[in-house]
């Protein structure tokens, strides 16, 4: 019993001092707070990067993509729930997200 204790609080230390890491790393890279915060906690908002939402939620496990005459739209796709099903749908103009639509 002792050691499995022992083994879980390693395993909370080494993920405290990760997300710490991760947390300076992204700071250094946007130097906002907010944005920063955001991206930790997986949120997606209106005008977001296209690396923002990469380093926010990884790469989409699909994605779609349309040239136009003034734009480039995109929809990224995330956690794939069947064929050609997906619980999350990100559209981005020009590199930067739009809009989503997330199914529960």
Do not use: C, H
Request: proline residues 1%; aromatic residues 10%.
């Amino acid at each position: 019993m002792e050691v499995i204790i022992f083994f879980m609080l390693i395993v909370i230390v080494w993920a405290a001092l990760s997300n710490n890491q991760r947390q300076k790393a992204l700071l250094a890279k946007y130097k906002d707070a907010e944005v920063v915060d955001m991206i930790i906690n997986k949120i997606i908002w209106q005008n977001q990067t296209s690396e923002q939402l990469i380093d926010s939620l990884g790469q989409p496990a699909d994605v779609d993509r349309k040239v136009m005459k003034t734009k480039i739209r995109e929809v990224w796709k995330y956690f794939k729930t069947g064929k050609r099903r997906y619980a999350l749908r990100i559209t981005l103009e020009n590199g930067v997200v739009v809009g989503w639509d997330k199914k529960s």
